[in-house]
């Protein structure tokens, strides 16, 4: 089995005479999207991600692209010796880990997860695999996040104080995942109208048409400026901008890198993340114990001595 970097990151896996490249273009082969976020897209022929990942590949990203839908859970013969299965990675919609097996040797390639259930996600399932390519991103035990319950109870106080000061309260968030799950919030905990920038919206509607009920309203549409010029309401966007009210914008961000501190340009930042924390990606080896683990992105170092140091076989992939 042979695994290298693809020439826009991502992984390339090559054995008996099968090739596949996860997050990457593939060169030759199958390819495989994770999921719709833009580091992890990839365009071109032949390449497979789950159906809700390419709805929102075309609409957010407007890329088209010959992508083939596979199903969650059920395992899809790709030759006489390989076949795949998607599996849930909880990271945001349609997000998948795909587990292959070939020839009798398995392997996952996570794609980013989380392990926790949130307002918009399941948690990432078990993957019984031998080897493991799994996403480091919070691989320090600096990056423990606290219990989702109160990192909402945290935000959904700190826009009533804003609010209370006579202030817009506006999030910085991904356009895919968190924001829905920021919407959900307060759709779920206020009755506060909720404005989006235009690439949150598109990714709220994929979400909509795949069964996430969400309530939003479209920044630049009259709905939008009759709320934001009238009371109270929250702001969610991409990016900072400036929003068009007669009074203060107080700008958060929700993050995991949160837990370092607020970073500068910001009035709050909140540890909401799509990803598993330290513990959780540790839990989730530790489970499901793979014969061979590879880390990638982030803590991918440290995380791999940290887990030989607990009896694995694990390298930092490169
Ligand atoms: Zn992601």
Not at 133 to 152: A, M
Not at 156 to 170: C, D, F
Not at 275 to 290: I, K, Q
Request: charged fraction near 20%; aromatic fraction near 10%; charge should be positive.
């Amino acid at each position: 089995m042979l695994l290298r970097r693809g020439r826009d990151g991502g992984v390339v896996l090559s054995v008996k005479g099968f090739s596949a490249a996860f997050d990457t273009r593939p060169q030759k082969g199958l390819g495989f999207v994770s999921h719709a976020h833009s580091d992890h897209v990839a365009a071109g022929r032949n390449i497979l991600a789950t159906r809700e990942t390419i709805s929102l590949i075309r609409r957010v990203w407007q890329l088209s692209g010959g992508y083939k839908p596979i199903p969650y859970r059920q395992d899809i013969g790709l030759s006489d010796s390989v076949s795949v299965r998607a599996l849930n990675s909880g990271h945001v919609l349609g997000s998948a880990m795909f587990r292959l097996d070939i020839g009798g040797e398995s392997l996952v390639y996570t794609g980013d997860i989380n392990t926790v259930q949130t307002l918009t996600t399941n948690p990432a399932e078990p993957v019984d695999a031998d080897v493991f390519i799994i996403e480091t991103t919070y691989g320090h035990p600096d990056y423990v996040f606290p219990p989702r319950h109160e990192t909402e109870a945290w935000i959904l106080k700190w826009v009533s104080k804003t609010i209370a000061e006579g202030a817009l309260p506006a999030f910085k968030s991904y356009s895919i995942g968190k924001s829905q799950e920021l919407i959900k919030l307060f759709n779920t905990y206020t009755s506060l109208p909720v404005v989006v920038g235009k690439t949150v919206a598109n990714a709220s509607k994929t979400y909509v048409e795949n069964g996430v009920a969400l309530d939003f309203i479209r920044l630049g549409t009259k709905d939008a400026a009759e709320v934001l010029g009238g009371g109270e309401a929250v702001y969610i966007d991409s990016q900072v901008r400036s929003v068009p009210v007669h009074r203060r914008v107080k700008w958060a961000t929700v993050t995991g890198w949160a837990v370092r501190g607020c970073p500068e340009g910001f009035d709050a930042a909140f540890p909401l993340s799509s990803h598993a924390d330290y513990r959780g990606l540790l839990n989730y080896v530790e489970e499901n114990r793979p014969r061979k683990v590879y880390t990638i992105h982030g803590f991918s170092q440290l995380f791999a001595k940290t887990l030989r140091l607990r009896g694995f076989d694990a390298s930092p992939f490169t």
